[in-house]
Structures are given as structure tokens and as C-alpha cells.
């Protein structure tokens, strides 16, 4: 996987796992996803790569995409004209199933959170098992979530997202109800919903009541969370990057 963020003053990073297709997803319904994110982007990506190969123009891309079954993808990469990843799709490998789960990353400027909920909101229509949008400093790779390291090995993208090691509800498949935290946007599945009720954290009176809503945590109430939850600071991230 190419390095990013070295060039950006900061960003909103959205990222979902989903179950969009059946096992026997058809060519072209990856394509129509593709497509449909792209339009809920604030500027439209020029070029990409599918599984780690040579970029190549969004034309080019989208007759690639347009043969491929949804279960044949290890990754895509779309990048802007600058050369920084708009929007990540990759196989999640911590899921094993006939039914791929995908994980989706889509990197936005820091104030745009119109096209963030836009995003969020697309995303729990195609089958969401966990989501969140938070927003990282200069020097974070928007995939992995990590302060980039100039030199160091880039992780293959079909093991990103695969690890759930320091996640509050640290379970190996993202169905079973795994929550790395709290972010000031979220969107959790009934399963995710139930988890994060029994984690232990003293949660506010905001918190949805049934899976598949977008749950925006004010300024107020994450000051709140983070008092009543001296314990649970490591999981509660509102503005650590």
C-alpha cells in the first residue's frame, strides 16, 4: 500500500465495514457502489489501483471494476489529483465467510461533515456492521490510522483492518459486534449496539436506540463521556488523532 497523509494539513477520515454483497455478488454491483460514493465525494478521484497494481485513470479503473465479482477483491485505491487517497476498498480478513465483508475508508477535508453524514449514511444502506468518522492530524495514513514513518514497509492492503487488538469490543469478526471506541460520529449495527451497552462505558442519553443510525456526539456530551470514564480514556476518541 502506497503511504499518504505526508502532504495534508489534516483530514476526516470515514471508515465502514460492510457486507454489501451476497456470495454470489454479480460484476457491476461493486462498480455501481464505487460510483455511488464517488458521487457523495467533494472532489472526484482522477485515477486508482485495484489489488496493488499500477494506477491507472478513473476510465480505465471503472471497466476493470465493471468485470470483477465483489468476492475477487483484495483492494482498490482511488487518489486525488494531488496523489492522496480519497477513498480505500478492501477485503477485511478478520471475517471469514462466503459473504465478503469490505472495508471501506473514505478520506475528507476536516470540516466538510455534511459530506461525512452523506457518507456514513450511504455506507449503513449496504449492509453496515460498524462505522465511525473522526478526524486526524497531519502525517496519519487515513486507512491504517497510524503517523506514517518515511521508510517504513508499506502493509499489504488486504491485512488492513483485519486487527482489532486495543478496541474496546476487540472481536476478531466485525459481525460479532466490534467497537474500537467512541468518535464524534458513529454508526453501529444492532449486534455493535448491544456490545457497546455491555463494554461498561457510562454512555449518554443520546446513544440511538436500534442499529443503523447515525449517532453525532456534541461537545458537550463527549466532555461528559470523557468525565464519567476515567478509565475508558484510551476509547473515547474525540480530538487525540
Same mark, same amino acid.
Given at each position: 500500500?502506497?503511504?499518504?497523509?505526508?502532504?495534508?494539513?489534516?483530514?476526516?477520515?470515514?471508515?465502514?465495514?460492510?457486507?454489501?454483497?451476497? #456470495?454470489? &455478488?454479480?460484476?457491476?454491483?461493486?462498480? +455501481?457502489? @464505487?460510483? !455511488?460514493?464517488?458521487? =457523495? /465525494? %467533494?472532489?472526484?478521484?482522477?485515477?486508482?489501483?485495484?489489488?496493488?497494481?499500477?494506477?491507472?485513470?478513473?476510465?480505465?479503473?471503472?471497466?476493470?471494476?465493471?468485470?470483477?465479482?465483489?468476492?475477487?477483491?483484495?483492494?482498490?485505491?482511488?487518489?486525488?489529483?494531488?496523489?492522496?487517497?480519497?477513498?480505500?476498498?478492501?477485503?477485511?480478513?478478520?471475517?471469514?465467510?462466503?459473504?465478503?465483508?469490505?472495508?471501506?475508508?473514505?478520506?475528507?477535508?476536516?470540516?466538510?461533515?455534511?459530506?461525512?453524514?452523506?457518507?456514513?449514511?450511504?455506507?449503513?444502506?449496504?449492509?453496515?456492521?460498524?462505522?465511525?468518522?473522526?478526524?486526524? #492530524?497531519? &502525517?496519519?495514513?487515513?486507512?491504517?490510522? +497510524?503517523? @506514517?514513518? !518515511?521508510?517504513?514497509? =508499506? /502493509? %499489504?492492503?488486504?491485512?488492513?483492518?483485519?486487527?482489532?487488538?486495543?478496541?474496546?469490543?476487540?472481536?476478531?469478526?466485525?459481525?460479532?459486534?466490534?467497537?474500537?471506541?467512541?468518535?464524534?460520529?458513529?454508526?453501529?449495527?444492532?449486534?455493535?449496539?448491544?456490545?457497546?451497552?455491555?463494554?461498561?462505558?457510562?454512555?449518554?442519553?443520546?446513544?440511538?436506540?436500534?442499529?443503523?443510525?447515525?449517532?453525532?456526539?456534541?461537545?458537550?456530551?463527549?466532555?461528559?463521556?470523557?468525565?464519567?470514564?476515567?478509565?475508558?480514556?484510551?476509547?473515547?476518541?474525540?480530538?487525540?488523532?
Amino acid at each position: 500500500m502506497n503511504l499518504f497523509g505526508f502532504r495534508r494539513p489534516g483530514l476526516t477520515v470515514v471508515k465502514a465495514w460492510c457486507s454489501p454483497f451476497g #456470495p454470489q &455478488g454479480l460484476a457491476g454491483e461493486l462498480l +455501481a457502489l @464505487v460510483d !455511488r460514493l464517488i458521487a =457523495a /465525494l %467533494p472532489e472526484a478521484p482522477l485515477e486508482g489501483a485495484i489489488d496493488d497494481g499500477e494506477r491507472q485513470p478513473l476510465s480505465a479503473l471503472r471497466r476493470a471494476l465493471a468485470r470483477l465479482q465483489p468476492v475477487e477483491l483484495n483492494s482498490l485505491q482511488l487518489v486525488d489529483a494531488a496523489g492522496e487517497l480519497a477513498l480505500f476498498v478492501g477485503a477485511d480478513t478478520g471475517a471469514p465467510t462466503l459473504t465478503p465483508v469490505l472495508l471501506f475508508a473514505v478520506a475528507l477535508p476536516p470540516t466538510v461533515a455534511r459530506a461525512r453524514d452523506r457518507v456514513l449514511s450511504l455506507l449503513a444502506a449496504e449492509g453496515l456492521h460498524y462505522g465511525y468518522a473522526r478526524v486526524v #492530524p497531519p &502525517g496519519f495514513d487515513p486507512v491504517a490510522e +497510524a503517523k @506514517v514513518r !518515511r521508510g517504513a514497509p =508499506a /502493509l %499489504p492492503a488486504g491485512q488492513v483492518g483485519s486487527s482489532r487488538e486495543g478496541w474496546l469490543v476487540p472481536e476478531a469478526d466485525i459481525r460479532a459486534g466490534a467497537v474500537r471506541g467512541l468518535f464524534p460520529a458513529n454508526m453501529l449495527s444492532a449486534v455493535a449496539l448491544a456490545r457497546l451497552s455491555g463494554s461498561g462505558l457510562k454512555l449518554q442519553a443520546s446513544l440511538p436506540a436500534a442499529g443503523g443510525v447515525l449517532w453525532r456526539v456534541d461537545a458537550v456530551e463527549r466532555q461528559e463521556l470523557v468525565r464519567s470514564n476515567p478509565d475508558y480514556k484510551a476509547f473515547l476518541h474525540f480530538g487525540d488523532g
